[in-house]
Nanobody
Framework: QVQLVESGGGLVQPGGSLKLSCVAS????????MSWYRQAPGKERELVASITSTGDSTNYADSVKGRFTISRDNAKSTVYLQLNSLKFEDTAVYYC???????WGQGTQVTVSS
């Protein structure tokens, strides 16, 4: 069955960086576009970034463009999200997502605080 395991979150000061990882299993990872979402307290889950199956094209939410970078390693069935220049408003639980699968991983908490 499909499984997504996110990691790499933590507590970071404004302006800091983190690199999130999502290890996928249970499906042909290299054939699927993958995405990162986040959900801040009291807010709906929102799309942050997505990447094509080959990694040749990426898209970002306006709020993170120029600060976050999505990438993938198909040999490791892993998708990454590099978070730079973090802001207070980036505080959220971050999830990776496979299309056409209703489930979610456990997510990884990112907290930006001074």
């Amino acid at each position: 069955q499909v499984q997504l395991v996110e990691s790499g979150g933590g507590l970071v000061q404004p302006g800091g960086s983190l690199k999130l990882s999502c290890v996928a299993s249970g499906f042909a990872f290299s054939m699927w576009r993958m995405s990162w979402y986040r959900q801040a307290p009291g807010k709906e889950r929102e799309l942050v970034a997505s990447i094509t199956s080959t990694g040749d094209s990426t898209n970002y939410a306006d709020s993170v463009k120029g600060r976050f970078t999505i990438s993938r390693d198909n040999a490791k069935s892993t998708v990454y999200l590099q978070l730079n220049s973090l802001k207070f408003e980036d505080t959220a639980v971050y999830y990776c997502k496979k299309p056409f699968w209703e489930g979610w991983g456990q997510g990884t908490q990112v907290t930006v605080s001074s």
